[in-house]
């Protein structure tokens, strides 16, 4: 002892540590004379530094001394002290961690009548002392009574045989007292029920193909079929024969989607069933159409095609969707998705809404190029220039009013910003009806009457819609071929001569001199454009544009000024299907 000490009223007036490892390991598997004795003894080696005897600690506790060594001994058998001598009696204390939380001592000699009894049941295999002990060691962790353990191993004996596992038994018993299931009386119960329950299972495995014996997981898993989801046995066992040769867990998963799914008889369950086969193929053929590859297509089912036919898209419709992403270069579910997410917050939907609209946003580029036209400009309409157009129509401009400041800014450095400059000095005055309008407009020309005209009746303005559409697609897709075969530096030599001899041929013969030489090396020339052509896989006639409609050449009327014979094919006595596969066809130059 140091020179320097506590006082007795020091002492008392302090406080005694209890370590948290003890509180949460140790203190819940021991009773509260054992938790008394155990923090009495803490107090002891923190707070009292004269001798203390084992009778006076009999007298605090009021306990035998017999049993405050008993009780010591409790705790020795977790390693959480030592007794270091019994006279006088003297305890040593450990961590509560120490040894990283050894378990309690194992007194083998009370299970020798256990020993000989699980050895009896496999008397083929040989138990070695190892197997023993982790008998022992669940019994002991687990509360399980020696005969209950023993049921449990025959129960795993009858299921499996001689040679089952020992991990599996001990399984089943942690799986049992993880219930509360530790006693003979309990044990035999819970083995009454599966015995009730096995004609069930047994019945699920045969529609599944399956000849094994019920296993203890398995109940868990009808009982959870039965009571949480409250599927009724034949509906499972119609479920479990549509899935012939798959596991239980596969079965817990198809009728967990049921379950979510609100589908409970076997109509409901056949017809979901089918219908998710047909998805899963439709899943498929859009994934074909964007050219995408799907690695995992339930994924791309859940995520994305599941979503879009909730919301009322039709197969047929999605499938012209896809087409028409793929043409504008849409090419994946995620940028599909967008354009349908449009889609519905505009409501839609429908193939005839779908048709609608993209016949909507058609007019919508054919005005804007009537603004362009209007205002001197010679160029093809741009996202920038539809976004200018719903800009003034917010504005509460009527498509007149736009047109005539498209008149003034005919001749303009900067012709879109002015006709928006315009358009809001109109706002700030309030004018929005050409009456209103203080100067005198310019006077129509011809053709500016003639395209007025033209548009009074909607039916041609329709037809001028669809064909002027027609048309810029052919032209898109001649100057696509003809970029690729300009991209070949031979081939761009090769038309710069022919021009250059073109000319020099004109030229020759408006003067009235030679044109056999440079008709023979034109003929020279072009006969190898043919071949650098042959080499790109392209041809002459796909460098111009191709109209579907020979009668017309895609205008929509006849050298008489008749709607042609092709809209009415095309797109006024068409299906819906093919009409909506026609106009997205078309109109895929829209940008949505």
Known sequence: MGFCSYSKEFSLSSYTGIENQFIQKYMPMADGDAVKVYIFGLYLCQNIQQDYTLTEAASTLNFSEEKIIDLFKFWEDFDLLEIVSYQPFSVRYFPADYAKGKPKRIRTEKYSEFNKAVQSLMPKKMISSNEFMKYFAVMEEYAIKPEAMLLIVRYCIDLKGESIPQNYILQVAKNFAAEGITTVEQIESKLSDYMVQSGDIAGILRAMGSTRKAEPDDYKLLKKW??????????????????????????????????????????????????????????????????????????????????????????????????????????????????????????????????????????????????????????????????????????????????????????????????????????????????????????????????????????????????????????????????????????????EEIKATEIKLAKAEALGGGTTELESSLKDLKTRRAALLKSMNLKESMLVPQYRCKKCNDTGFDKDGNVCSCYKEFVENASDEKKLENILDVYSNIEL
């Not at 001197?376 to 003034?392: F, K, P, T, Y």
């Not at 897709?477 to 690729?484: E, N």
Request: aromatic share 12%; glycine share 4%.
């Open 226 to 495: 039965t009571e949480e989801l409250g599927f009724e046995l034949p509906v499972i066992e119609f479920a479990a024969s549509l899935y012939k040769k798959s596991g239980l867990n596969k079965l817990d998963e198809v009728l967990q989607e049921l379950y979510s799914n609100k589908k409970f008889s076997k109509a409901e369950i056949r017809e979901y069933l089918a219908r998710k086969t047909e998805i899963r193929a439709l899943t498929l053929s859009i994934a074909k159409e964007l050219g995408v590859y799907c690695q995992i297509v339930d994924t791309y089912t859940d995520n994305f095609v599941s979503k879009w036919l909730a919301a009322g898209y039709e197969d047929s419709s999605l499938l012209q969707l896809a087409k028409y992403c793929f043409r504008r270069e849409r090419k994946s579910f995620e940028k599909m998705d967008e354009l349908i997410g449009k889609l519905v917050s505009l409501g839609v939907v429908s193939a005839d809404s779908i048709v609608t609209y993209m016949e909507s946003e058609a007019r919508e580029q054919e005005f804007a190029g009537q603004v362009l036209r209007t205002a001197g400009i010679s160029r093809r309409v741009n996202n920038w220039d539809r976004e200018c157009l719903r800009n003034w129509r917010s504005w509460n401009f009527s498509d007149e009013m736009i047109l005539k400041a498209a008149e003034t800014a005919a001749g303009k450095t900067s012709p879109m910003p002015y006709i928006t400059s315009v358009l809001s000095s109109w706002k700030s005055k309030n004018i929005f009806n050409p009456d209103q309008l203080v100067k005198e407009q310019p006077k129509e020309n011809y053709y500016q009457k003639q395209m007025r005209e033209e548009h009074d009746a909607e039916f041609r303005k329709k037809v001028q819609n669809y064909y002027f559409n027609l048309r810029e697609r052919a032209r898109d897709i001649a100057d696509h071929y003809l970029k690729r075969a300009r991209a070949d530096a031979d081939f761009r030599k090769n038309e």
